[in-house]
């Protein structure tokens, strides 16, 4: 794979957000296994963007969204569809940003660092099968350009998962 990490934190946000984007095309051109997919880009985005305390995925199974691969503290196992800000953002189908969990009612808290959140829905023939979860210590955290990057990454690997 001809990837590097180096110099990524140097970068301004646009060509870090643009070099995310060639990381994950690379990936997907060179491996296919959800769950080797899933894994290294979980530890690529925890590893190049500022503030983030946790980055992974949640897949529907059984009728709930169940933890896959991950960085960060260990995280709730399985989430119900009734309650927290995943799963607001999978029966939505819409990508969801929380500003201060606090101030969103039901926000399940797995790692009590974190301030804001996240979620980008994952589809298959139009359906959602999963979330793409970010998690930051600082409110407000995400910016208008990562919310748009990771819903392109997200698209870009949803298909192979
Ligand atoms: N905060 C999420 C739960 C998952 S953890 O953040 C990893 C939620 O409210 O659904």
């Not at 660092?113 to 589809?123: G, R």
Request: with cysteine; glycine share 4%; proline share 3%.
């Amino acid at each position: 794979m001809t990837f590097t990490l180096k110099g990524m934190d140097k970068m301004d946000d646009k060509a870090r957000m643009s070099e995310f984007l060639n990381f994950v095309k690379i990936q997907v051109d060179d491996e296919k296994d959800p769950l080797a997919l899933m894994s290294n880009i979980s530890a690529f985005i925890m590893s190049c963007t500022r503030k983030l305390n946790w980055a992974g995925f949640y897949l529907l199974k059984d009728g709930q969204l169940v933890l896959g691969p991950f960085q960060g503290l260990p995280a709730c196992t399985r989430l119900s569809l009734d309650k927290g800000v995943c799963a607001k953002a999978f029966n939505d189908k819409k990508i969801t940003k929380v500003d201060d969990v606090h101030e969103f009612a039901d926000h399940i808290a797995c790692d009590s660092a974190s301030e804001s959140e996240l979620v980008i829905p994952l589809f298959r023939d139009g359906k959602v099968y999963g979330v793409l979860d970010l998690d930051s210590p600082e409110k407000n955290r995400f910016t208008d350009l990562e919310v748009k990057t990771f819903d392109q990454l997200a698209r870009l690997i949803e298909k192979f998962l």
